[in-house]
């Protein structure tokens, strides 16, 4: 079962990836991968939930990543300290490198990390099939300080992203967040 996963996915990053169904396929496949084999890489998981999912309310170790990022920025915010550009879990750049990893240990030869134009495209693509499903991040596995909820709103120019953050004390803040 493993090894027609395994085809599978090579067959699909072996050719270009120039539509959205491509891209939820790939990352289905790739999540059921992780699933069967162990696979370990929070972020990359959140990434492939993230096209076939609408709510992220379980404690999972890459909602609580992200959650805890973002508790780090209201923080950070709070005391008057510099913010960071972008959130790196949730950036193009964070992405790549997760699943840069899992192709070098399955063996998976393709262009798709390694050559910007498709990368770019690959992130357009992925971005328009989230940026249609608004998402919530609601549960963590550490007690936050100040973040009870993110919401993914919308693609914004297919360059960033915006993000409705609800505060434990139910202010409401707007991010737009640069996806590279």
């Not at 990022?69 to 209201?74: G, K």
Request: net charge neutral.
């Amino acid at each position: 079962m493993k090894d027609e996963l395994l085809f599978k996915i090579h067959q699909v990053m072996s050719r270009p990836i120039t539509e959205e169904m491509q891209v939820v396929y790939l990352l289905v496949e790739i999540r059921k991968l992780m699933d069967r084999a162990n696979y370990k890489d929070p972020p990359l998981r959140t990434f492939c939930d993230w096209v076939a999912h609408v709510d992220l309310h379980l404690e999972r170790p890459g909602s609580t990543l992200i959650l805890r990022e973002c508790d780090d920025i209201v923080a950070r915010a709070e005391e008057g300290r510099e913010l960071p550009k972008q959130l790196e879990l949730v950036s193009s750049r964070g992405f790549r490198t997760s699943l840069a990893k899992l192709c070098e240990q399955f063996g998976f030869v393709t262009q798709l990390t390694t050559d910007k134009e498709s990368w770019s495209l690959f992130t357009k693509l992925y971005s328009s099939v989230v940026s249609e499903c608004p998402i919530v991040y609601t549960a963590s596995k550490e007690n936050l300080k100040y973040v009870k909820k993110i919401e993914l709103q919308r693609l914004v120019q297919g360059s960033a992203m915006a993000w409705r953050v609800t505060l434990k004390d139910d202010r409401v803040t707007h991010w737009i967040i640069l996806l590279d």
